[in-house]
């Protein structure tokens, strides 16, 4: 085990962790050390890109908090989780596609009530409705589904992001009715860019990348018996929908938020004319 080759130093690193108790953590391990040593004979990593890239590591660590989250912002940005969501949550057909959580998800936001906005502070921004049924694989109305929006206001920020916002603006989840049926209010979502002050921004600059993403609705929902769903609702008329930083558009995500000028139907969303409005159903795959 001395002067070893560069073939064999894999292989003698690999068999080091044959004694991992846990199956799959010795197979993601060893399959982790190989591809990483085939990486660094690929390029021929140099003693100093090492060190760089543990800096640059150890600043993705040190900068995130609990309200700010580096780690995922890094691994969205090379497209880890975007692929990560398609190699292991595939759903069946004619179930709503999911995608990637992002960064910046806070559990515990408040409980809503039917057709009760999540805009937490004064505004004259157009409200947009969203309105369907949370159903299951063949059509069945799910009821008591919870169903949580998150998403940025109209200066681009999350609320964790930004001070001058009240606590849990624009965040919140609403119970289904027994025939499935919810009713959420908000705002309509406006692209943003992920924030660039940390080790990501060097990453995006140094690679001549944009760093937005297209506007969209987070939405998390969860039903006893059902697969728990994590996707976003993007407005079709985004410019930034072939180009998202983080690699996560599905087209079947993709929704048009259609205004509506009849008082009429204000009234019968509990709002006010005129509203965008968003007529969605969430199918859920079953399973725990
Ligand atoms: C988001 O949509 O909140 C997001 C997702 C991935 C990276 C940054 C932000
Ligand atoms: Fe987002």
């Given at each position: 085990?001395?002067?070893?080759?560069?073939?064999?130093?894999?292989?003698?690193?690999?068999?080091?962790y044959?004694n991992t108790p846990d199956?799959?953590l010795r197979?993601?391990l060893?399959?982790?050390?190989?591809?990483?040593?085939?990486?660094?004979?690929?390029?021929?990593?140099?003693?100093?890109?090492?060190?760089?890239?543990?800096?640059?590591?150890?600043?993705?660590?040190?900068?995130?908090?609990?309200?700010?989250?580096?780690?995922?912002?890094?691994?969205?940005?090379?497209?880890?989780?975007?692929?990560?969501?398609?190699?292991?949550?595939?759903?069946?057909?004619?179930?709503?596609?999911?995608?990637?959580?992002?960064?910046?998800?806070?559990?515990?936001?408040?409980?809503?009530?039917?057709?009760?906005?999540?805009?937490?502070?004064?505004?004259?921004?157009?409200?947009?409705?969203?309105?369907?049924?949370?159903?299951?694989?063949?059509?069945?109305?799910?009821?008591?589904?919870?169903?949580?929006?998150?998403?940025?206001?109209?200066?681009?920020?999350?609320?964790?992001?930004?001070?001058?916002?009240?606590?849990?603006?624009?965040?919140?989840?609403?119970?289904?009715?027994?025939?499935?049926?919810?009713?959420?209010?908000?705002?309509?979502?406006?692209?943003?860019?992920?924030?660039?002050?940390?080790?990501?921004?060097?990453?995006?600059?140094?690679?001549?990348?944009?760093?937005?993403?297209?506007?969209?609705?987070?939405?998390?929902?969860?039903?006893?018996?059902?697969?728990?769903?994590?996707?976003?609702?993007?407005?079709?008329?985004?410019?930034?929908?072939?180009?998202?930083?983080?690699?996560?558009?599905?087209?079947?995500?993709?929704?048009?938020?259609?205004?509506?000028?009849?008082?009429?139907?204000?009234?019968?969303?509990?709002?006010?004319?005129?509203?965008?409005?968003?007529?969605?159903?969430?199918?859920?795959?079953?399973?725990?």
């Open positions: 085990m001395r002067n070893m080759t560069e073939n064999e130093l894999t292989g003698v690193v690999i068999e080091r044959s199956p799959r197979a993601v060893q399959s982790l050390i190989r591809h990483m040593h085939a990486f660094v004979r690929e390029v021929k990593l140099t003693e100093d890109e090492w060190m760089a890239g543990i800096h640059f590591l150890t600043r993705t660590g040190q900068i995130s908090d609990d309200k700010r989250q580096e780690m995922i912002l890094l691994s969205d940005n090379l497209g880890i989780s975007a692929l990560v969501n398609m190699v292991s949550a595939g759903v069946p057909e004619g179930a709503t596609e999911t995608t990637v959580i992002g960064p910046f998800y806070v559990p515990g936001s408040p409980e809503q009530q039917w057709g009760e906005s999540v805009l937490r502070r004064e505004g004259d921004e157009v409200p947009l409705v969203v309105h369907g049924r949370v159903i299951g694989p063949d059509g069945e109305a799910i009821p008591d589904a919870a169903i949580e929006i998150w998403q940025t206001d109209s200066n681009g920020m999350y609320d964790i992001q930004d001070s001058t916002q009240p606590a849990d603006n624009l965040r919140g989840w609403y119970r289904t009715r027994p025939d499935g049926s919810f009713l959420l209010k908000t705002i309509r979502p406006t692209s943003y860019p992920i924030p660039v002050d940390g080790p990501v921004g060097e990453l995006l600059r140094a690679t001549e990348r944009h760093p937005y993403r297209p506007a969209h609705v987070h939405a998390m929902v969860s039903a006893p018996g059902y697969q728990k769903l994590t996707t976003h609702l993007f407005d079709e008329e985004d410019p930034y929908l072939d180009s998202d930083v983080v690699f996560a558009v599905k087209s079947s995500l993709i929704r048009a938020f259609k205004l509506n000028e009849s008082h009429e139907d204000a009234q019968h969303w509990q709002t006010e004319a005129p509203f965008w409005e968003l007529e969605n159903d969430f199918v859920l795959a079953r399973g725990a």
